[in-house]
């Protein structure tokens, strides 16, 4: 009876940790990428993996997110709305979760999560979102830059930064879903894209140096106050 | 595995062994929920001196739910304790604490004859009323609607009790001796666009001014209003839903239509009859419905609700003697003059007693002393006013696209000892 009951305790436990790592990702499929690009700019994820809809729903909610200025081609609206309609029906299970990734993790896949702020150049919308191409070289530069950045992923960014002469006062989400691996490959795709590089003497980001960053449960607005700390110009 | 061969080996299992194999699997369960919190922070982390008991539903937008152990803990739900329900997230304003900004501009504005412009400063010098209210999300307990209507997964706890203080509309237009246009209809408000925060617009029918306390809200439980809930200065009415008490306002304008925004239609409605005598339009759950201004209205009145706030669910007990208690409101137009509670799931029901309320506007608290045997129980609570308002069994009937304005009766499932 004992062992049964600890099967029972350990197949739960299974099931909260399937149906938890279910939540905050997306299964496999066209338009899955679109989504992480589309989507997150005004809202977490969850707001899509949580529902349960028919397509006439989704559609439905699309035209609503469009009104507050979501913008797509039709053909970028049709490979959202089928990608929805598909894995997040009525009586869909929690997606899979992915895989732990390991070794070959891609930056620049995980970048599909940025693209809907920082754009695919890395430029940033002037005004609104801060750009990368430029500024990362400058934060690696600064004594701490590197964990603030893993910090930025882990923990999200909160209120008024000046970046390159423009001033910016939005909020980075947190990405604390993210694998150490995913973490560290996106870091280094930012930091050697659109002609950034690592400063000399840096090699790229490691899942260790990310893993050492976790646990810290700082606040977006701690990391802010950390950046003023960092001494950049 | 013959079972003789199963069997003595469970028998020889001792206390101790046990106890080592349950450690090791709770060690493992400790190690899943510690890797699913990082996935969802926390309510502290969200909101700076939120409770981390507060479930987060997103942390982006902020969307948080009490729950009804905190609930029932206080009197006044303390900012601690609150639900945050945001639209739009104002940067660097996820904390508890003041938004302090005196120069803070609300302009008032629309069909009245002098237009004009007052700041915090100015608004904080003038005759100040509180007045204690529920506040609730109008999407408090969609997760009950079947099938589950879009939208946050609400609960219970979209909702509180609070004390607000401020500038009533009413007396800010006399102090400044503005005259309102016959013709204005609604008070259309718009919340602060400052770090180009998305805008958020709502109407209200100016029978809030008269009917609902209307009020600009400068402190909340005796405190500055908290920055995440809307400080430094926020529309409130009374015996409303949340969703029209606008946050970081900077405009209220009188106006002759309701707002067309999303936020006005086709968000925050339930389906109506216009002049039929029913406050929402049964339709069949899961159908779709195509909103507009005339065949639905919008999320203003609080329905009358009330929630069980001890015992918990699933909780035991010690009998004989177990006083069942909680609170229930509603619009504040006509007096709760009776809450039934039934132990037997709806068999029989028995007055409870009202220990006393918070003004019209706030929580009845209720008592209903029961002598109880050892065994299962489900209490039911249901609340009924002067109008003979009250709540439905199957809150399913109002099922609506949108998940807004359930009030089903509340079952609670618990152990007498």
């Known amino acids: 009876m004992n062992r049964r009951y600890l099967i029972g305790v350990v197949l739960a436990a299974g099931t909260a940790l399937w149906f938890g790592l279910g939540q905050g990702s997306l299964p496999e499929g066209p338009g899955r990428e679109l989504v992480l690009q589309k989507c997150q700019t005004c809202h977490e994820l969850g707001f899509v993996t949580r529902e349960r809809q028919p397509r006439e729903r989704w559609d439905a909610i699309i035209t609503e997110m469009q009104s507050y200025g979501l913008r797509l081609t039709s053909e970028e609206r049709a490979t959202i709305l089928n990608y929805l309609a598909t894995h997040f029906a009525p009586g869909a299970q929690a997606p899979t979760p992915a895989p732990q990734p390991q070794a070959n993790v891609s930056g620049a896949q995980v970048y599909n999560n940025c693209i809907g702020c920082h754009q695919a150049n890395g430029s940033g919308v002037p005004g609104v979102f801060p750009p990368l191409a430029g500024h990362v070289p400058s934060i690696l530069a600064t004594r701490g830059g590197r964990e603030w950045l893993i910090q930025v992923m882990l923990y999200g960014l909160q209120g008024p930064i000046n970046v390159r002469g423009s001033s910016y006062n939005g909020a980075m989400p947190a990405y604390p879903q993210l694998s150490d691996a995913e973490i560290a490959a996106v870091l280094n795709h930012i930091s050697t894209q659109w002609g950034n590089g690592f400063p000399s003497g840096q090699g790229p980001f490691t899942e260790a140096e990310v893993r050492a960053q976790r646990g810290k449960n700082l606040s977006p607005q701690q990391v802010l106050s950390a950046r003023q700390g960092l001494g950049l110009r | ?417």
């Open chain 2, 1 to 417: 595995m013959p079972r003789n061969h199963e069997h003595p080996l469970s028998e020889a299992m001792d206390r101790r062994l046990f106890l080592k194999r349950t450690a090791v699997a709770g060690a493992a369960l400790g190690l899943m929920g510690r890797g699913l919190a990082q996935q969802q922070p926390t309510a502290d982390q969200v909101v700076q001196g939120k409770n981390p008991k507060l479930v987060v539903l997103s942390s982006r937008p902020v969307v948080m739910e009490s729950t009804l152990e905190l609930l029932g803990s206080e009197r006044i739900t303390s900012k601690a304790n609150l639900f945050v329900r945001n639209n739009i997230d104002l940067p660097g304003l996820n904390t508890t604490e003041p938004n302090v900004q005196p120069g803070w501009e609300v302009e008032i504005t629309g069909l009245v004859d002098k237009p004009f412009k007052i700041t915090v400063d100015e608004l904080s010098k003038l005759p100040q009323t509180e007045v204690t209210t529920v506040l609730q999300c109008s999407g408090n307990g969609r997760s009950f609607f079947n099938p589950r209507p879009s939208g946050n997964p609400w609960t219970y706890g979209g909702v509180g009790q609070v004390t607000w203080r401020g500038v009533l509309l009413k007396t800010l237009l006399e102090a400044k001796g503005v005259k309102l246009d016959p013709k204005a209809r609604f008070i259309t408000m718009n919340a602060s666009t400052q770090g180009g925060a998305q805008p958020y617009e709502k109407s209200y029918p100016i029978s809030v001014m008269e009917h609902n306390s209307a009020m600009l809200a400068l402190g909340m439980n005796g405190e500055p209003l908290p920055a995440v809930h809307g400080g430094p200065v926020r529309l409130v009415a009374a015996g409303t839903f949340g969703t029209a008490n606008v946050k970081w306002i900077t405009k209220v304008e009188f106006t002759e239509k309701e707002s067309s925004g999303n936020e006005q239609v086709p968000r925050y409605r339930v389906p109506v009859l216009p002049g039929w005598n029913t406050p929402i339009l049964p339709t069949q759950p899961g159908s779709r419905y195509n909103y507009t201004l005339d065949n639905s209205r919008s999320n203003w009145g609080a329905n009358i609700n009330s929630f069980i706030l001890s015992p918990l669910p699933g909780s035991s007990v010690r009998g004989r003697l177990v006083e069942i208690r909680g609170v229930a409101w509603n619009d504040g137009l006509a007096p709760i003059e009776s809450i039934e509670v039934s132990v037997d799931s709806g068999t029989t029901w028995r007055k409870a007693v009202i220990e006393g309320d918070h003004g019209k506007f706030g929580w009845y608290r209720w008592v209903a002393p029961r002598l109880l045997s050892p065994g299962e129980y489900e209490a039911m609570v249901r609340a009924t006013d002067a109008l003979g308002r009250t709540q439905p069994l199957n809150g399913n009937i109002w099922w609506n696209e949108r998940g807004y304005e359930w009030n089903g009766v509340m079952r609670v499932k618990f152990t007498v000892t």
